[in-house]
């Protein structure tokens, strides 16, 4: 008896033991065009069930009939997302390890010196998600009613409007500093560290007004309003939505990006590879009938380029000056 | 309400999944092992298992934490029904009756009586656990920035209630947590405080500070100890059962346990080892038959039994509509929830979360099926792990602390923090400072931070917004009772013990 308890504890170690599987393979590539030779790793710098997450795991079902290898997601959370983007740097430049940088807390993650990477530490291979930020107050606000409205009264009361932001230099308060910098009023932020209680805070009455992002507010239709986008033209969802732009205030887009990367130093071929791979992928039917609850945007490898730099510029603008 | 009830209704039909009902087993299975385990606590069982949790869906996980919370507060009972040593606190009350029962050669009953009365203790549980949680959080949007710093503060009231000991060991412990907790990017601002490396940005990893404080601290102190033979636990011969009269008797005695295992389950700070001592006692002051008292009395294991496993449903409810978990398994349970994703609170029962919730909730009812079945099963074959010798267990427990650690983020840096924390539990329980004191700060710091410096950040500065709303001003008295009620509590559990020991040879005089 004492035997199989005794064995019995052996098995709870062993099954622990086995919990920690899951290691990848890297393997030689052969000459010529590049084509993975093993399982791929994919990079996600957030833990398992995250928004990165679910996306990622979506994407690399349908994404393994292209490739011809299986994708292993690898979840490597921490550090606001530095221990990731960091693991994702440092691998091997062979091809077999590829991952996903979030803009703009990748940005965020550089000016606040996180990691030791820089842009350049990464070859971007595409764009998977693409998230449009958006002003919105209580359905039931009154005090205003248009993003016009609201600015009006974020003037004539300077600095006592409050929003609520998803944390400190996060991509929310991003989004409501650049709105309220270009408006040209000031208000208080209230960093509340992730978005539902960002939007608790909104609904509760504490906040008066907030930046999110359109995917978070998918099941607040009636308690929320959307003021304004932060993009160049209306959403095709919320056509009678204004875009900031229209009323004189921040031009350009605004939201947060999913990129897929590799490490620097990996070969065109590789870049080339897995471009077409992911362009197939997201143009697949079965995978878009699959992504249909989110906002998947292809973008080639040169795109997210310019995208990456263009938001590392935005963001280390911000943070000379911008904040206080 | 409606609504309600149907997504109530679901919650059964998705907790009957097959995964679900096999975590079931092994999760109460595995509870009651390590509640059997001396030295092994409730606390613990979660704590080692939570990193197997990780991959699961979060429903799955909660009910494999939540069955092994039930099995071990059970299972606490039958190593101190064999062998006078309680496998966890929350049993200590039922040695006195049920190791009697066993001098007795009753083992086998009184290893029914206590599988059968934490049955109906922990059932009953469950209807405090559906009713009056969903009211609790109905007040989600009432909890804003000044709110939540006061829960914060009504939190580590707890401390004064987990350290009856020296409330002054507590209130360092305490302190020592709530300067870790402030390691990391600022919750406000965003600026680096005492961050090393950018592993910290996030603060400690609240789950290695947690399996290194409880569990590896907790095999430094068996390693430290001479490896030796236990006591044998009695063959058990007689029938494992009870007749009907024997139940009726006891019926009522786990009525009342119940409500006093539910309250004292509600109130932080207070606690299974508290309702076990009291639901034994008022078994014993309403007893018709007090002479058994002292001498094996069915009626005292069942009070007893029944108020700790009562105990489980009710701190389940402030740990999932307040997010302030009233000890430290609800602690663990907490620290899992945060790791799913999940914000621990009201939040728990809006739209997107009340399914799993409730099938939670489902799968904790069903639970306390399994516990009976498994405990009237193996009873004879659980009491045989008390009998392992520390030179077994440890290499056990230690392997399980490394793997939990590393577990969470594949970081060699989880373990070296995990054995930092090892070390420092190993030394603050060397010197009986309170470790879930330090947990308890870890985890309510950076809420009670961030709500105290964004409401002052509303007011521009005013104080006053701290006392602006009636809720606030409910949580003030809670905290002030927070304090106050382990310090009467702990009176009364004295009270009760000394009661206990004191009147069983008057009450054999009187007869």
Known sequence: MKKAVTFLLAMCMMLALAACGGGSSSQQEADGPFAPNGPVTMIVAYKAGNGTDNTARILAKYAEKYIGQTIVIDNVDGGSGSMGWSKLADSKADGMTIGFINLPNFNSSIVKELGTYKTDSFAPICNHVTETSIVVVRADETRFTTL???????????????????????????????????????????????????????????????????????????????????????????????????????????????????????SDEVIAFYEEAFKKTMEDPEYLEAAASFATDYKNAADTAALIEQQQAFTEGLASGFWY | MLETLSVMGQGFISALSPINLLMMIGGTALGIMIGCLPGLSAAMGVALMLPLTFTMSADTGLIVLGAIYCGAIFGGSISAILIHTPGTPASAATAI???????????????????????????????????????????????????????????????????????????????????????????????????????????????????????????????????????????????????????????????????????????????????????????????????????????????????????????????????????SVTAVLMGGLIIQGLSPGPQLFNAQNAPMTYTFFAGFVLVQFFMLGIGLLGCRGFAQISRLSDAILIPVVTVLCFVGSYAIHKNIMDIIVMLSFGIIGYLMRRFDLNTAAVVLALILGPIGEKGLRNALRISQGDPRILFSSAVSWVLIVLCILGILSPILMNRLEKKAEKDAKENVPADSEIE
Not at chain 1, 183 to 202: C, H, M, Q, R
Not at chain 2, 131 to 148: D, G, N, R
Not at chain 2, 185 to 197: A, E, H, I, N, Q
Not at chain 2, 236 to 252: A, G, H, N, Q
């Open chain 2, 97 to 327: 009756e049920g190791y009697q029962m066993t001098l007795n050669g009753q083992a086998g009953k009184a290893l029914f009586t206590a599988c059968y009365s934490s049955f109906w203790g922990g059932l009953l549980s469950c209807i405090s656990l559906y009713f009056f949680a969903p009211l609790l959080a109905q007040l989600t949007l009432k909890f804003q920035s000044a709110e939540y710093f006061w829960l914060s503060i009504f939190g580590l009231t707890i401390i004064a209630g987990v350290s009856s000991k020296s409330i002054v060991k507590g209130l360092m412990s305490g302190a020592l947590g709530l300067l870790l907790s402030t390691i990391g990017l600022d919750p406000v601002s965003g600026t680096k405080r005492f961050m090393l490396s950018s592993y910290f940005a996030e603060g400690i990893n609240t789950t290695c500070a947690l399996i290194g404080l409880f569990s590896m601290s907790q095999v430094f102190i068996l390693a430290e100890a001479k490896i030796k033979e236990r006591a044998k636990a009695a063959k058990v011969t007689d029938k494992m059962s009870l007749t009907r009269e024997e139940r009726r008797l006891i019926r009522p005695t786990i009525l009342r346990s119940w409500i006093i295992g539910n309250l004292i389950g509600i109130l932080p700070g207070a606690g299974a080892s508290i309702a076990c001592f009291l639901g034994y006692n008022t078994s014993r002051q309403f007893s018709k038959h007090k002479e058994q008292y002292g001498h094996g009395s069915i009626e005292g294991v069942a009070g007893s039994e029944a108020a700790n496993n009562a105990v489980t449903g009710g701190s389940l409810i402030p740990t999932l509509t307040l997010g302030i978990p009233g000890e």
């Open chain 1, 148 to 266: 016009e409205e609201l600015v009006a009264y974020g003037k004539a009361n300077d600095g006592k409007l409050i929003a609520s932001t998803n944390g400190a230099q996060a991509s929310n308060h991003i989004g409501a500093q650049a709105f309220a910098n270009s408006a040209g009023f000031k208000y208080i932020d209230v960093p509340k560290g992730n978005t539902s209680e960002e939007l608790t805070s909104l609904l509760g009455k504490e906040a008066d007004f907030c930046v999110v992002k359109v995917a978070d507010i998918s099941a607040m239709a009636e308690s929320v309003k959307v003021l304004g986008v932060f993009a160049k033209e209306r959403l095709a969802e919320m056509p009678d939505v204004p875009t900031l732009g229209e009323l004189g205030y921040y031009e350009d887009w605004l939201g947060s990006s999913r990129c897929i990367c590799a490490p620097a130093g990996v």
